[in-house]
């Protein structure tokens, strides 16, 4: 395809449970992101990929969060023994290079629902 | 680390009336910004970015940004909105911590244009 796609697009879980997103990068991006949108809070920045490796986790908020990237492709976010803060958007983003002036091109979302 | 300001969570305007959407960032040597808008239901698309040169930045569907260094703004501009422009704006600025070049957002302006 030629966007930046992300599956499930909705997920509903229960507290405690495990759960992983995908992200599949636009062609040729080496530069991958992961965003959380919360209600009233913005975007805020997860964890970055440059091929396969993750220079930057800083954003990561705590231990149940993780993620990993292969083939300097395709993405997965996981998120362990899931609580209820953890409902929000999570946003993947996919650029050329991962310089300052690159555009970040960013996919649908996975809208995650913790009961 | 930089941060980003929009003023305004929410903005109601009348259909062809002009707009503007308010950003201001963190003062900082060399800044890179960026207004994203988000449709309902979809993902985030770039509407313009500024890098360098000129302050006014078009974009696309006839908006606009002028960069202001004195007053660390970044504000986004459109003569006669129409109902379609109804979405969410998020302005961003590239930062550079921790090795990566991220963005951080603002926590957006929803802009409502009524009939």
């Known amino acids: 395809g030629a966007g930046v796609s992300q599956s499930p697009s909705n997920k509903v879980t229960e507290k405690g449970k495990d759960v992983e997103l995908r992200c599949d990068p636009i062609s040729g991006h080496t530069a991958l992101y992961w965003y959380r949108q919360s209600l009233g809070q913005g975007l805020e920045f997860l964890i970055y990929?440059?091929?396969?490796?993750?220079?930057?986790k800083s954003g990561l908020p705590s231990d149940r969060f993780s993620a990993e990237r292969t083939g300097g492709s395709v993405s997965t976010l996981t998120i362990q023994r899931t609580q209820q803060e953890d409902s929000a958007v999570y946003l993947c983003?996919?650029?050329?290079?991962?310089?300052?002036?690159?555009?970040?091109?960013f996919g649908p979302g996975t809208r995650l629902t913790v009961l | 680390a930089q941060s980003v300001t929009q003023l305004d969570s929410q903005v109601p305007v009348f259909e062809e009336a002009p707009v503007e959407l308010r950003c201001n960032y963190s003062?900082?040597?060399?800044?890179?910004l960026f207004w994203y808008v988000q449709y309902p239901n979809q993902g985030l698309q770039l509407l313009l970015k500024y890098l360098s040169g000129s302050t006014l930045v078009k974009g696309i569907n006839g908006f606009e940004a002028e960069f202001n260094k004195s007053q660390t703004s970044f504000h986004l501009r459109k003569p006669s909105v129409h109902i379609s422009d109804t979405a969410e704006y998020f302005c961003?600025?590239?930062?550079?911590?921790?090795?990566?070049?991220?963005?951080?957002f603002g926590t957006g302006t929803r802009l409502k244009v009524l009939a």
């Open positions: 983003a996919s650029s050329l290079s991962g310089t300052s002036t690159d555009t970040q091109y």
């Open positions: 003062s900082s040597v060399s800044v890179y």
């Open positions: 990929f440059q091929g396969n490796s993750a220079p930057d």
């Open positions: 961003a600025v590239s930062d550079f911590t921790s090795g990566t070049y991220k963005y951080i």
